[in-house]
Nanobody, 128 residues
Framework: QLQLVESGGGWVQPGGSLKLSCTSGRSTMYNFNLAWFRQAAGKEREVVSTITRDGRKSYYIDSIEGRFTISRDDLKNSVYLEMNNVKPEDTGLYYC?????????????????????WGQGTQVTVSS
C-alpha cells in the first residue's frame, strides 16, 4: 500500500507561484510512475503533469506548458509540482497519484483509471 499526502496548496494571486509536494512517507515511490491531476468545481478530474519512474520523461497539458514543472526525489519519496505564473483557471483541487510499473521505460499514463494510489488533494485558489 502507498499512502500519498499532498501539501503546499493555498491562495495565490495571478502571476504568483506555489510549490506542491506529495510524499509517500516511508514507502518508496521508486517503482511508480507519478502524476498530478486537478479537479475544478463542476468539472471532471484532468491530468496536469506526469513523470516516469526513472524521471527522464515528463508530460504537461498544453495549458500549463512552460509554467509548471514536475519533479521527483526518490530519496525523499516525494514528487513535486512547481507552479509559476499561475492563472485563475489553475484553481482546483490538486491530487498526486501513483501507478506501479515494473517497466522502467513505460510512459506515464494520462488516464486517471491507470493510477492505483491517490492522495486526498490540496486546494489551490488563484484570485486577486
Amino acid at each position: 500500500q502507498l499512502q500519498l499526502v499532498e501539501s503546499g496548496g493555498g491562495w495565490v494571486q495571478p502571476g504568483g507561484s506555489l510549490k506542491l509536494s506529495c510524499t509517500s512517507g516511508r514507502s518508496t515511490m521508486y517503482n511508480f510512475n507519478l502524476a498530478w491531476f486537478r479537479q475544478a468545481a463542476g468539472k471532471e478530474r484532468e491530468v496536469v503533469s506526469t513523470i516516469t519512474r526513472d524521471g527522464r520523461k515528463s508530460y504537461y497539458i498544453d495549458s500549463i506548458e512552460g509554467r509548471f514543472t514536475i519533479s521527483r526525489d526518490d530519496l525523499k519519496n516525494s514528487v513535486y509540482l512547481e507552479m509559476n505564473n499561475v492563472k485563475p483557471e489553475d484553481t482546483g483541487l490538486y491530487y498526486c497519484a501513483a501507478d506501479w510499473t515494473a517497466n522502467v521505460v513505460r510512459s506515464a499514463s494520462i488516464d486517471p483509471n491507470e493510477y492505483d494510489y491517490w492522495g486526498q488533494g490540496t486546494q489551490v485558489t488563484v484570485s486577486s
